[in-house]
């Protein structure tokens, strides 16, 4: 235990002299007695009175070049016992060709845009960010390291003013938009960035050594904020919605109401919690026919679950697609009488109410505490001679926790501990899973020790299953040359899929990767990266090799054309033990060696035309499978309010041999197929204004798959051997969605969003279709129609208190 903590402190000691950022630029922000009207002109006397930072230092795609002379940066802060206020100047001797694609709210257009960077606890690690475009729309996040939360959204103002030599920004961010403390003088980091979109250059007024460290160990120091106390922090968002749907002839109408409350327990912590919540409008899961032995994952589109949810990602343990997901369980025809048939079983769980707890204090502590409710959700059965109904539970009542304790320090590492538990009402299993983690970066940045392990521990009929897992990796993280050695470990019984997503366990699997990458232009090139790696994968127990890869990535951006270009080459050197694909413990299948090659290209996007395109080939060795994977993504911006992106894509898995069934006595089944898939997918929008626009998004999803009455059965010794199984395993399997939306911002944080979606699905066995036949086969499906209507609005306590 001693040499562990000596070794620690040597770790965490090196280099102690090479501090980042040892002089930080300052700014002393000038108190005010009266607001200055936020209209984009600083004719108030107090803007001429403060100080000035200015001075920029180029921050991409080089480092550490002055701004250019004829386009200089100034920007001013003032504050009161309100709020704090920003002035930029930001001069341009290039004004008129400035580009101005409008866009919504935190969407970035093709136009310049300058950043506000606050850190009120001054900790290096934890930024709140304010963008402002020239088109005058807004932007924010916060930031933490490698994570850019856009989903967190603040209530502040802004306006922009473009003459003829410059475009000028004034910025009010009321206090209740920050988290600090309640001392009586505040010391804040502070940067400013400042994006010229012409030259693809950003430049930001304290330096940045992107080689090392993270952006947020650079921050300049803001001085002179005294005597201002942290708000009361609450808000409503109040809404109210109504859908009327059609399907199959039947109409359906819906009406909700509900709220959103933000309440700030202290200067440190938030709590958000959702009443009744409403999710109808959450746009369409990306949906493909899954062969394989894994589940799906899907990324998290509703707003509550995507803002504010940085700590809750720590270790990858909470994967919030689990709250409000499918039941559990489903209405089996062992669940049924010959008498009885399926009168409704419902799809998704209904959520009932859902908070999280999150903060930071000053010394680095951050807390996060989530909690939900579910209802228990049923399936009716209905007796066919009696017309009685009875119920199945498909998910029971059920409450689901997140915790998560991170203490931060040294501006760059962590120790966290994370739970995540459920608990469902009944017979149905409940769930526990712990994990201490660290992330060690030594004062000089250059070295990083990050993992961590964990248990589950499952209770299902008085039985309680105990796993745990391990991760270690050691990394250089700064400079041209870069490299990292890994380990990950899971035994067999390790399962966070309650609350979690986890495809697979009972592995340990060595990773280690060198890389070389550029951070200022070189030649025909604004940078590129070279990185070689390796993979050794063994089963846990029994200690079994599965398989090994090596490969190479690459990627260029050049100078000139602002074209950028990559790929990968990669390979299984010797064979391949699948033991997840033959659907039974302790089974594999013996798969060839692979080679593949993916290759991608993407045009500027500052042109009115770009394009980005994708090849991906892999054929197995020594065996007649093959595949390959296209896309095609054009996109064209008609004018500055208009815009339309289409993606095509086409694959094929040539002679893929696959699961197919378990029959009697274990005997696993496989077939040769030829699986195919064809996505057309267009995305359009519309901006009427910075607060208002029309969105579109189509997408259709096609995959045949053809068996060639070729079937196998797979040997004990993972061979595949002929076997005249017979039935028919084709599959046809089609996916139409269809979203237009009208986004209005009628008031600061409130919403009206108007909603016309359709959508169809289909699958049968007829894999032989042409293009033509398949949509006329899809669309004597049932069309869903569904039109809903979703009007928020936000009211701050600080003002409504005033309305009494």
């Known amino acids: 235990m001693k040499k562990f903590i000596f070794i620690f402190y040597l770790f965490t000691q090196i280099s102690a002299f090479a501090q980042l950022n040892p002089n930080p630029k300052s700014i002393q922000a000038l108190r005010i007695s009266s607001a200055p009207t936020i209209d984009g002109v600083l004719d108030e006397s107090f803007w001429q009175n403060a100080e000035t930072a200015k001075d920029f230092i180029m921050f991409r795609p080089g480092i550490g070049t002055n701004e250019p002379s004829g386009k200089k940066t100034e920007v001013k802060v003032i504050y009161d016992d309100e709020a704090i206020y920003f002035g930029a100047l930001l001069y341009d001797n290039d004004i008129k060709n400035i580009p101005i694609e409008s866009a919504t709210r935190d969407n970035f257009g093709q136009t310049d845009w300058f950043g506000i960077i606050l850190n009120p606890l001054n900790d290096g690690q934890n930024d709140t960010e304010f963008f402002i475009q020239a088109t005058g729309n807004q932007a924010d996040a916060k930031a933490s390291i490698n994570d850019e939360d856009f989903g967190w959204s603040a209530v502040w103002e802004s306006a922009v003013k473009l003459d003829n030599e410059k475009w000028v920004i004034e910025v009010k961010i009321p206090y209740s938009a920050l988290r600090f403390s309640n001392e009586e003088v505040q010391t804040w980091g502070l940067n400013f960035h400042r994006r010229m979109q012409n030259t693809k250059e950003q430049y930001t007024w304290n330096p940045i050594d992107k080689t090392k460290g993270n952006i947020q160990q650079y921050a300049g120091i803001l001085n002179g904020i005294k005597n201002i106390s942290p708000p009361t922090r609450l808000s409503f968002f109040p809404y109210a919605s109504s859908s009327y749907s059609i399907y199959n002839g039947e109409n359906q109408f819906d009406s909700s109401i509900g709220m959103d409350v933000k309440y700030g327990i202290s200067e440190s912590f938030t709590l958000d919690a959702t009443l009744i919540p409403d999710f109808g409008q959450t746009a369409f899961d990306n949906l493909t026919l899954n062969l394989g032995p894994f589940e799906q994952h899907f990324s998290e589109k509703r707003a509550f679950f995507t803002e504010g949810t940085e700590l809750f990602n720590k270790g990858n343990l909470f994967y919030s697609r689990r709250v409000g997901n499918r039941p559990s369980t489903y209405v089996k025809s062992s669940d049924l009488a010959e008498n009885e048939e399926i009168l409704d079983t419902p799809s998704d769980v209904k959520m009932l109410n859902a908070l999280k707890i999150s903060g930071r204090t000053k010394n680095g502590l951050g807390v996060g505490f989530f909690n939900a409710i579910t209802e228990k959700t049923v399936a009716k059965i209905k007796n066919t001679d009696t017309d009685e109904i009875r119920k199945i539970v498909l998910e029971p009542f059920a409450n689901y926790n997140v915790l998560v304790i991170d203490q931060q320090f040294n501006k760059n590492s962590a120790i966290s501990f994370v739970n995540t538990n459920v608990m469902r009402e009944g017979a149905f299993r409940d769930a526990n899973v712990s994990a201490l983690l660290f992330d060690l970066t030594n004062k000089a940045n250059k070295y990083k020790i990050e993992g961590g392990g964990g248990m589950s521990y499952l209770n299902e009929f008085d039985t309680t299953t105990k796993g745990f897992f391990t991760d270690v990796a050691v990394r250089k993280i700064s400079g041209n040359w870069q490299y990292g050695l890994e380990h990950h470990l899971e035994d067999a019984k390790f399962n966070k899929n309650d609350l979690g997503y986890q495809q697979r366990n009972n592995f340990s699997n060595f990773e ?256 032989d279709l042409n293009f033509k036949e398949n949509l006329d086969n899809l669309f004597d499906e049932s069309m869903l129609h569904n039109f809903s209507v979703r009007l928020v609005y936000y009211i701050d306590y600080n003002k409504a208190k005033n309305w009494l």
């Open 512 to 767: 280690s990767y060198i890389s070389y990458e550029t951070f200022e232009p070189k030649g025909r090139f604004d940078r590129y990266q070279f990185t070689l790696w390796a993979d050794l994968d063994y089963l846990y127990k029994p200690n079994k090799y599965t398989s090994n890869s090596i490969g190479l990535n690459y990627s260029f951006q050049t100078k000139e054309t602002k074209i950028a270009y990559g790929g990968n080459f990669n390979t299984i050197i010797n064979k391949e033990f699948d033991y997840y694909e033959p659907r039974i413990s302790g089974r594999f299948y013996k798969k060839p060696g692979r080679i593949s090659s993916n290759q991608w290209i993407s045009t500027d996007y500052r042109k009115k035309f770009a394009i980005d395109a994708n090849v991906f080939m892999a054929s197995r060795i020594n065996d007649d499978n093959s595949y390959i994977d296209i896309s095609f993504s054009p996109r064209y911006r008609v004018n500055d309010q208009l815009s339309f992106v289409y993606d095509l894509n086409y694959s094929k898995d040539t002679n893929d041999k696959g699961f197919v069934d378990i029959i009697a006595d274990d005997e696993i089944i496989f077939g040769k197929r030829d699986a195919k898939s064809f996505t057309n997918a267009i995305s359009g929008k519309y901006n009427f204004s910075t607060k208002s626009a029309l969105n579109l998004t189509f997408r259709h999803y096609w995959s045949p798959v053809e068996y060639d009455n070729q079937y196998y059965l797979l040997n004990n010794n993972g061979i595949l051997v002929a076997n005249d199984y017979t039935e028919n395993h084709d599959i046809n399997y089609n996916i139409w969605n269809f979203d237009l939306s009208y986004t209005w911002e009628f008031a600061p944080g409130s919403q009206l969003i108007a909603l016309y979606r359709n959508s169809i699905f289909n699958e049968d066995q007829l894999a």
